[in-house]
Structures are given as structure tokens and as C-alpha cells.
């Protein structure tokens, strides 16, 4: 029998982690929504940008935070480069094409980081406490994650709430079509949409790497996960996505403490694939 | 296609020809090539036969693995023949197939989410494989268990071209089932299944029942497939035979021959296994990646300017020279 504070913990560390997956739903999530493409390489500027942030803090003994501000920064550029570079040219292709697309640039930037920093795991070392709660050890650097996730969510909700370029976003991602007929210009939606989605992998990235090492598979390692809690809350759907996050980490977390952490794995991705069958729009989602 | 069958005729039989050409040192790295190129075009074509139906399944590791794990494990631990360890995975891979495509059929799992179910069991079986490592060794893999010599009762040869004309064979057979199914109704069926499925069941197409067994076919060709590339490397890997790697690279090979060819998924995989190859060669040891780094450009770069595969792009150019010269259909 395991013991009942063990259970506690793992679902605990599940929650922390939970916020920090949403962070990347949703950033994956809003770029869906507004473009209809999945980009299939989305861990993988994560990835680049958890090895800016190594580089800076562990290397070059730059603070924290500003290694953080720079990787938000990085990401919202590569977001930008990703779109007018690969998007942009194959907005009007088939989809298989599109998915491949990303694909490949998955390929490119795992084989790159290798060739570029080799396949070595590397890790900040910050030296942050480990709080007790009640017999419960938590990690210092995954309350934090957990915090700043959800302020960042915060400021999306509140950009795409009261700005102007935010309400054009959810009216894409509502209807293309008549967006272009009230007057927004959809190319400026879509490089704001990149860029905002892209900012959103820096602040992962910059999370992620106090609690993970960075290596060139880490995207292979994370990037099936993210798809599959977009999926589950409803591709575009941000209230469905969150909610799924906490729901799969959960899952790995505490069937990884019970089981292996494969099986948790594993559970969560059968979880899945039985929810698509039971409620193909989401977990919120209304029956076609 | 009246020119078509002594054109055919001369190339089988150079392809035959081939171990015999001398080449000196360079014989078995050339056999080994083709080889894989052989084994790897029948995987494709498995792909493509639900692929060029619009179900763009991203988890044909999952079938890939299941059959090599099954014959490799039964081989090591009970000592069956491959031959009758096939079977025991074909039978399982089937099953596979039909729980996931019932399920996807029934409740109209289409597009995006059909590929992230499918790259969910990919996954799931990467996973299975790696968490029953007392058995399957895990990440590192499993060796095929050596019967000592030659053997038809193993399928383990030392001569490279017992397995080229293996190979040889079953890639004439993925073609020759890959034709088959192009000339037959069940392809209009699908094909309207593809385009509209609510129309093609008004008008009397069985669309769950099309659906399972193209998925089936497939899986069990590309099942196949697995057993024979492992029987042939003699090793198992979970992340070369399962997993959205592999599954991954299956697709990019067949969408860059162009997947509604008979030749596109040949063409995709022997470009894309040459240029690892050439890469691998020019780059060496000294520069880990550069040479996947230069494959991942080069697919994108593709996919953004041929669209349409390069066998597809070529061969409607030859086709219609009057056609290709007005603006493209996409």
C-alpha cells in the first residue's frame, strides 16, 4: 500500500506541473485557433529557448529573471520567424502538408540543438528551497512556475479581453471569413498571434528549466503531451485547455508515483484517446 | 500503358542483376542501401493506402512495433520461428487496427484528430515497450537472439543477398496489393469516403465497415514490414521502430514521393534514405546532426515549393505538358 502522503504529494507536484502545461496549451492553443495550423515544433522553441536561458544564467552568470525577460523575448521572435518563414508561404496548402511543414522544422531544430550543444542534459543550478507541509516536501522552483503561469494567464486573458488586437484575435478564431469583412487586417492578426504564442513558449522555457534539464529531445519528450490537452479541451477552446492540462497532470503524476512513470504516461494517453471517442469536441464540448 | 510492361520488364530484371554487378568493397554497403530502401518503400506504401484516403495516421509506429516486438520476443524467449511468430503479430497488429479504427469510424474521428489519436497509440505502445523493460529491454533495445548460422527456420542469414531478394520481393508485393486496390471499387469507395462521408453513406457505401478494413491492410502491411526490417538489422529498438519519430519519417518519405502514386512512396524513401546516406557520409563523426539538420531544411523546403510530392510534380509534367504550363490546381 502506498502511503496516503505520497499520494498527497504526487497529486500536489501534479497540480504545480498542471500550470505550467497549461502555459503551453494554451500558447499552442491560441495559434491554432487563430491560424488552424498545428505547429508540431512548438516544444521545440521551447526547447531553444530553455538553452537561451542556460546559456545566459549558467554560463554568463546573468540573474534569473533577466534570462527569463530575454527568452520571452526570443520566443515572441521565433514565433514571428516561424510564421513568415514556413507558415506564411503554405497557408493555402493541404493540411497534411502544413502538419509536415512543422515537421520538419521539428527535425531541424532537434538536430540542430544536437549538432550545436550536443545531446548532453544541462540544468540551472539555483539554489531554492524545498519547503514542509504537513510531511509533504515541495519544490520552491515549482511553486513559482506554478505562480507566474498563472499571472501570465492572467495578462492573455486580459490582452485578449481589452485590447483591440486581442478582440480581433478571438474574432478570427471564431470566423475567419467575416473578419476580413469588418475591416481587421488578418496578416497583422496572424504575426501578433505567432508572436504572442511564441512569447508564451519563452515564459515556459524560462519556467520549465528550474525544474528540468534542457537537452535536444526535451520538445519529443513534451511536444505529444501538449497536442493531446489541446485535443482534449477542444482544439481553440482556452478554458477547455486549461482545465485539461490539470487533468493529464494529474494523472502522470500520481500513476507515476502508484506505477512507473511510463505508465503514467501511458494512462494519461489512453485517458485520451477513450475522451476523444466519449467527447470529440472536448471536455467541454457540446455533442455534434 | 501499352509501353509500360517492357520498361517494367528491364527494370526487375536489372533490380535482379544487382548482387551480381562487381563492385568490389562496395558491394555490401550497396546491398544494405537498397535494402532498407526495399523494406522502407513497402512501409511507405502501407502508409499511403490510408494516407491518400485523407486518414493521415501519424502513429504507424505503434503497428511497426507491435509486429517487430511480437516475432523478436516470441523468437528470443520461446524460441518460435518468425515464420509463425508473424502470424501471432500480424493477428495482434489487426486487432490493434480495428480498435482503432472502430471507435475513430464510429464517432467520425477525422482530420487533425484521427492523427493525434493515432499518434497517441504510437506513443502508447512506445511507452508499453519501454516500461516492460524486463522483457524488452527498454530504451536500449533488444538483439535478436543468434541461431548460429544460417538458417531458413530463424530467418537469419549471413549473405546479404538472401535478404535483397526478400526485400526485393516484398516491395514488388506492397506494389503489386497497392494496384490491386487502385483498380478495384473499393478505391471509389473510399475515395467518396474520403471526399464526404455523410454523401457516400447516402448513397450506400458500408463507410465503418471501408474504413476497418483499409486500416487493417495497412496496418498488417506496415506490421509486416517491421518484422522484416528487424529480422534483417536483427535488432529492436522502441525509438527507431515505435514512437512519433519513426512514424514521422514514414509520412515526410511517401508525402515527399507524393502518396497518390504507385512509385511516389519508392521515390519519397529511396531520396530520403540516399540523402541520409550521402549526408552521413560527407559529414561523418565529426558533426553529430548536421546531416538530420540538413534533412529537416530540406523537408521543409520541399514541402513548401513540391506540394504535390516530386513523383507526382514529375509525372504530371510528363503527363500534361499543356496542363503544367497554365497556373497549377492545388
Given at each position: 500500500?502506498?502511503?496516503?502522503?505520497?499520494?498527497a504529494?504526487?497529486?500536489?507536484?501534479?497540480?504545480?506541473?498542471?500550470?505550467?502545461?497549461?502555459?503551453?496549451?494554451?500558447?499552442?492553443?491560441?495559434?491554432?485557433?487563430?491560424?488552424?495550423?498545428?505547429?508540431i515544433?512548438?516544444?521545440?522553441?521551447?526547447?531553444?529557448?530553455?538553452?537561451?536561458?542556460?546559456?545566459?544564467?549558467?554560463?554568463?552568470?546573468?540573474?534569473?529573471?533577466l534570462?527569463?525577460?530575454?527568452?520571452?523575448?526570443?520566443g515572441?521572435?521565433?514565433?514571428?520567424?516561424?510564421?513568415?518563414?514556413?507558415?506564411?508561404?503554405?497557408?493555402?496548402?493541404?493540411?497534411?502538408?502544413?502538419?509536415?511543414?512543422?515537421?520538419?522544422?521539428?527535425?531541424?531544430?532537434?538536430?540542430?540543438?544536437?549538432?550545436?550543444?550536443?545531446?548532453?542534459?544541462?540544468?540551472?543550478?539555483v539554489?531554492?528551497?524545498?519547503?514542509?507541509?504537513g510531511?509533504?516536501?515541495?519544490?520552491?522552483?515549482?511553486?513559482?512556475?506554478?505562480?507566474?503561469?498563472?499571472?501570465?494567464?492572467?495578462?492573455?486573458?486580459?490582452?485578449?479581453?481589452?485590447?483591440?488586437?486581442?478582440?480581433?484575435?478571438?474574432?478570427?478564431?471564431?470566423?475567419?471569413?467575416?473578419?476580413?469583412?469588418?475591416?481587421?487586417?488578418?496578416?497583422?492578426?496572424?504575426?501578433?498571434?505567432?508572436?504572442?504564442?511564441?512569447?508564451?513558449?519563452?515564459?515556459?522555457?524560462?519556467?520549465?528549466?528550474?525544474?528540468?534539464?534542457?537537452?535536444?529531445?526535451?520538445?519529443?519528450?513534451?511536444?505529444?503531451?501538449?497536442?493531446?490537452?489541446?485535443?482534449?479541451?477542444?482544439?481553440?477552446?482556452?478554458?477547455?485547455?486549461?482545465?485539461?492540462?490539470?487533468?493529464?497532470?494529474?494523472?502522470?503524476?500520481?500513476?507515476?508515483?502508484?506505477?512507473?512513470?511510463?505508465?503514467?504516461?501511458?494512462?494519461?494517453?489512453?485517458?485520451?484517446?477513450?475522451?476523444i471517442?466519449?467527447?470529440?469536441?472536448?471536455?467541454?464540448?457540446?455533442?455534434? | 500503358?501499352?509501353?509500360?510492361?517492357p520498361?517494367?520488364?528491364?527494370?526487375?530484371?536489372?533490380?535482379?542483376?544487382?548482387?551480381?554487378?562487381?563492385?568490389?568493397?562496395?558491394?555490401?554497403?550497396?546491398?544494405?542501401?537498397?535494402?532498407?530502401?526495399?523494406?522502407?518503400?513497402?512501409?511507405?506504401?502501407?502508409?499511403?493506402?490510408?494516407?491518400?484516403?485523407?486518414?493521415?495516421?501519424?502513429?504507424?509506429?505503434?503497428?511497426?512495433?507491435?509486429?517487430?516486438?511480437?516475432?523478436?520476443?516470441?523468437?528470443n524467449?520461446?524460441?518460435?520461428?518468425?515464420?509463425?511468430?508473424?502470424?501471432?503479430?500480424?493477428?495482434?497488429?489487426?486487432?490493434?487496427?480495428?480498435?482503432?479504427?472502430?471507435?475513430?469510424?464510429?464517432?467520425?474521428?477525422?482530420?487533425?484528430?484521427?492523427?493525434?489519436?493515432?499518434?497517441?497509440?504510437?506513443?502508447v505502445?512506445?511507452?508499453?515497450?519501454?516500461?516492460?523493460?524486463?522483457?524488452?529491454?527498454g530504451?536500449?533495445?533488444?538483439?535478436?537472439?543468434?541461431?548460429?548460422?544460417?538458417?531458413?527456420?530463424?530467418?537469419?542469414?549471413?549473405?546479404?543477398?538472401?535478404?535483397?531478394?526478400?526485400?526485393?520481393?516484398?516491395?514488388?508485393?506492397?506494389?503489386?496489393?497497392?494496384?490491386?486496390?487502385?483498380?478495384?471499387?473499393?478505391?471509389?469507395?473510399?475515395?467518396?469516403?474520403?471526399?464526404?462521408?455523410?454523401?457516400?453513406?447516402?448513397?450506400?457505401?458500408?463507410?465503418?465497415?471501408?474504413?476497418?478494413?483499409?486500416?487493417?491492410?495497412?496496418?498488417?502491411?506496415t506490421?509486416?514490414?517491421?518484422?522484416?526490417?528487424?529480422?534483417?538489422?536483427?535488432?529492436?529498438?522502441?525509438?527507431?521502430?515505435?514512437?512519433?519519430?519513426?512514424?514521422?519519417?514514414?509520412?515526410?518519405?511517401?508525402?515527399?514521393?507524393?502518396?497518390?502514386?504507385?512509385?511516389?512512396?519508392?521515390?519519397?524513401?529511396?531520396?530520403?534514405?540516399?540523402?541520409?546516406?550521402?549526408?552521413?557520409?560527407?559529414?561523418?563523426?565529426?558533426?553529430?546532426?548536421?546531416?538530420?539538420?540538413?534533412?529537416?531544411?530540406?523537408?521543409?523546403?520541399?514541402?513548401?515549393?513540391?506540394?504535390?510530392?516530386?513523383?507526382?510534380?514529375?509525372?504530371?509534367?510528363?503527363?500534361?505538358?499543356?496542363?503544367?504550363?497554365?497556373?497549377?490546381?492545388?
Open positions: 500500500m502506498i502511503d496516503p502522503i505520497f499520494l504529494e504526487a497529486a500536489v507536484n501534479g497540480l504545480l506541473l498542471g500550470g505550467v502545461l497549461a502555459l503551453l496549451a494554451l500558447g499552442l492553443n491560441l495559434i491554432f485557433g487563430v491560424i488552424d495550423i498545428v505547429w515544433a512548438y516544444v521545440d522553441l521551447v526547447m531553444i529557448c530553455m538553452y537561451a536561458v542556460y546559456f545566459l544564467v549558467q554560463v554568463y552568470g546573468w540573474p534569473i529573471w534570462g527569463g525577460l530575454i527568452s520571452v523575448g526570443l515572441a521572435l521565433l514565433g514571428v520567424g516561424v510564421h513568415l518563414l514556413i507558415i506564411s508561404p503554405i497557408l493555402g496548402s493541404a493540411p497534411i502538408n502544413q502538419l509536415l511543414a512543422t515537421g520538419g522544422l521539428l527535425f531541424f531544430l532537434q538536430s540542430f540543438a544536437t549538432f550545436l550543444w550536443t545531446t548532453d542534459h544541462r540544468s540551472v543550478r539554489t531554492l528551497p524545498t519547503i514542509e507541509i510531511g509533504m516536501f515541495l519544490s520552491f522552483a515549482r511553486l513559482i512556475a506554478f505562480a507566474v503561469a498563472l499571472l501570465v494567464m492572467l495578462g492573455l486573458y486580459l490582452f485578449l479581453r481589452h485590447t483591440y488586437v486581442g478582440t480581433a484575435i478571438r474574432a478570427v478564431s471564431q470566423d475567419r471569413g467575416a473578419m476580413a469583412l469588418m475591416g481587421a487586417n488578418p496578416r497583422v492578426v496572424y504575426l501578433v498571434t505567432s508572436a504572442v504564442g511564441g512569447a508564451l513558449a519563452g515564459v515556459a522555457a524560462a519556467l520549465l528549466i528550474l525544474q528540468y534539464s534542457v537537452h535536444p529531445f526535451f520538445g519529443a519528450a513534451f511536444g505529444p503531451l501538449t497536442f493531446m490537452i489541446c485535443v482534449l479541451g477542444g482544439l481553440g477552446n482556452m478554458v477547455g485547455a486549461f482545465i485539461a492540462s490539470f487533468i493529464m497532470s494529474e494523472v502522470i503524476s500520481i500513476g507515476g508515483v502508484v506505477w512507473s512513470t511510463e505508465m503514467g504516461y501511458v494512462i494519461a494517453f489512453v485517458f485520451f484517446v477513450v475522451m471517442f466519449a467527447r470529440p469536441g472536448g471536455i467541454l464540448g457540446k455533442r455534434a | 500503358m501499352s509501353a509500360g510492361r520498361v517494367v520488364a528491364v527494370l526487375l530484371a536489372l533490380l535482379l542483376a544487382v548482387p551480381f554487378v562487381p563492385m568490389g568493397g562496395m558491394r555490401q554497403y550497396v546491398l544494405h542501401v537498397l535494402i532498407q530502401i526495399f523494406i522502407w518503400s513497402f512501409i511507405g506504401g502501407a502508409w499511403s493506402l490510408m494516407g491518400r484516403f485523407g486518414l493521415l495516421s501519424l502513429g504507424h509506429g505503434a503497428f511497426l512495433g507491435l509486429g517487430a516486438y511480437t516475432t523478436t520476443l516470441l523468437w524467449f520461446f524460441g518460435l520461428t518468425p515464420w509463425l511468430g508473424a502470424l501471432v503479430a500480424v493477428a495482434l497488429t489487426a486487432l490493434l487496427a480495428v480498435v482503432v479504427a472502430y471507435p475513430c469510424s464510429r464517432f467520425s474521428v477525422v482530420g487533425h484528430y484521427f492523427g493525434l489519436v493515432t499518434l497517441a497509440v504510437g506513443e505502445i512506445r511507452l508499453l515497450i519501454i516500461a516492460e523493460r524486463d522483457w524488452t529491454g530504451s536500449l533495445g533488444l538483439t535478436v537472439r543468434p541461431a548460429g548460422g544460417d538458417s531458413l527456420v530463424a530467418v537469419q542469414f549471413a549473405d546479404k543477398r538472401v535478404f535483397y531478394y526478400a526485400g526485393l520481393v516484398l516491395w514488388a508485393l506492397g506494389l503489386w496489393i497497392w494496384r490491386r486496390l487502385d483498380r478495384s471499387m473499393a478505391r471509389s469507395a473510399m475515395e467518396a469516403i474520403g471526399e464526404d462521408e455523410t454523401a457516400a453513406a447516402s448513397v450506400g457505401i458500408h463507410v465503418t465497415r471501408f474504413k476497418i478494413g483499409i486500416t487493417v491492410l495497412s496496418a498488417v502491411l506490421a509486416i514490414g517491421g518484422i522484416a526490417y528487424a529480422q534483417y538489422i536483427a535488432y529492436v529498438n522502441p525509438d527507431t521502430l515505435a514512437g512519433i519519430g519513426v512514424s514521422l519519417r514514414i509520412v515526410f518519405a511517401v508525402v515527399l514521393g507524393g502518396m497518390y502514386a504507385l512509385l511516389g512512396p519508392t521515390v519519397g524513401t529511396a531520396l530520403t534514405i540516399a540523402l541520409a546516406e550521402v549526408l552521413r557520409v560527407v559529414f561523418g563523426v565529426t558533426y553529430v546532426g548536421m546531416a538530420e539538420t540538413i534533412y529537416g531544411l530540406l523537408l521543409i523546403v520541399f514541402i513548401i515549393f513540391l506540394p504535390s510530392g516530386i513523383y507526382g510534380s514529375v509525372r504530371d509534367l510528363l503527363r500534361r505538358p499543356r496542363a503544367a504550363a497554365a497556373p497549377a490546381t492545388a
